[in-house]
């Protein structure tokens, strides 16, 4: 079955870089790409980007253009989340989700990772 | 970039009645891809339509999906007690929606 493996919570400081990491298996790795979702306390959620499991194509939402980086390791079906420059609004769990086999939509997700900026 | 606008932001209604949710485009999307999302609290998202009208994997077909164009529809026929949750449009690879939270009345 299809699963998405996130890596644990994070604290860090404002101006501060996190790699989150997401672990796929139950499919093969490179016939989908992986998209990256955030939710602030309280809020709605927020696309943040997606990544090509087949070249490492990526596609970022503007408001984090130059910010973010996504990356992935074919070698162990994972793949990566670098925010940079972090901002105390930055807090939020982040998700990391699949395409439904069916067709579109996100039909795979990761438990979601809290990532905790704080001085 | 296209933005999308749900309404109402809350929605209270009782087990049983009928659930209709708005999703509004700042310009046209293609049918293919608008999905639609529940989401419980503590939860990751569960989808629920894809392509507009398509319901997913083991989604009971008290769900439907319809629209073109800038509106979209999710409509609940009648609500069950685990149905009260915020739903979520998206258009795929793209931006969400703000959500339309279901509560009980």
């Known amino acids: 079955q299809v699963q998405l493996m996130q890596s644990g919570a994070e604290v860090k400081k404002p101006g501060a870089s996190v790699k989150v990491s997401c672990k796929t298996s139950?499919?093969?790795?490179?016939?989908?790409?992986i998209s990256w979702v955030r939710q602030a306390p309280g809020q709605g959620l927020e696309w943040m980007g997606w990544?090509?499991?087949?070249?490492?194509?990526?596609n970022y939402a503007q408001k984090f253009q130059g910010r973010v980086t996504m990356t992935t390791d074919t070698s162990t079906s994972t793949v990566y989340l670098e925010l940079r420059s972090l901002r105390s609004d930055d807090t939020a769990v982040y998700y990391c989700?699949?395409?439904?086999?069916?067709?579109?939509?996100?039909?795979?997700w990761g438990q979601g990772t809290l990532v905790t900026v704080s001085s | 970039e296209i933005v999308l606008t749900q309404s109402p932001g809350t929605l209270s209604l009782s087990p049983g009645e009928r659930a209709t949710l708005s999703c509004r485009a700042s310009?046209?999307?293609?049918?293919?891809?608008l999905a639609w999302y529940q989401q419980k609290p503590g939860q990751a998202p569960r989808l629920l339509i894809s392509g507009t009208s398509s319901r997913a994997t083991d989604i009971p077909d008290r769900f439907s999906g319809s629209g073109s164009g800038t509106d979209f529809t999710l409509t609940i026929s009648r609500l069950e007690p685990e149905d009260f949750a915020v739903y979520y449009c998206?258009?795929?690879?793209?931006?969400f929606g703000g959500g339309t939270k279901v509560e009980i009345k």
């Open positions: 990544i090509s499991g087949y070249n490492g194509k990526t």
């Open positions: 998206q258009q795929y690879g793209s931006s």
């Open positions: 139950g499919y093969t790795f490179n016939t989908y790409g």
């Open positions: 310009q046209s999307v293609s049918r293919i891809y």
């Open positions: 989700a699949r395409g439904d086999s069916g067709g579109g939509g996100l039909g795979y």
